[in-house]
Nanobody, 124 residues
Framework: QLQFVESGGGLVQSGGSLSLSCAAS????????IGWFRQAPGKEREGVSC????????NYADSVKGRFTISRDNTKNTVYLQMNSLKPEDTAVYYC?????????????????WGQGTQVTVSS
């Protein structure tokens, strides 16, 4: 079963930066496209960014384009999300998951299990 461990969240002021990590538990990531998703209180979970298995293709939600960068290091079995110029509306629990690269920002593209997520809070 595909399981992930997210880390790197925290409290940051508006305009600040955080780097999230998504580590695979018990399997190797390099065969899978990986997506980052987030869920704010009272809102539906939404896709943020995704990266192909090789790292050669990426996709971003319009709300984070130019501010967030997804990357992966298959030798470390980890996918990263660098978040810059954070805004209060980025406050959410962030999750990673294996996805089908086609339509990778959509929940139906997710397969496998969700991790516990990591909380990101951006203060104004």
């Amino acid at each position: 079963q595909l399981q992930f461990v997210e880390s790197g969240g925290g409290l940051v002021q508006s305009g600040g930066s955080l780097s999230l990590s998504c580590a695979a538990s018990g399997f190797t990531l390099d065969n899978y496209a990986i997506g980052w998703f987030r869920q704010a209180p009272g809102k539906e979970r939404e896709g943020v960014s995704c990266i192909s298995s090789s790292g050669g293709s990426t996709n971003y939600a319009d709300s984070v384009k130019g501010r967030f960068t997804i990357s992966r290091d298959n030798t470390k079995n980890t996918v990263y999300l660098q978040m810059n110029s954070l805004k209060p509306e980025d406050t959410a629990v962030y999750y990673c998951a294996a996805v089908l690269m086609r339509r990778c920002l959509e929940i139906p593209a997710v397969f496998g299990s969700w991790g516990q997520g990591t909380q990101v809070t951006v203060s104004s």
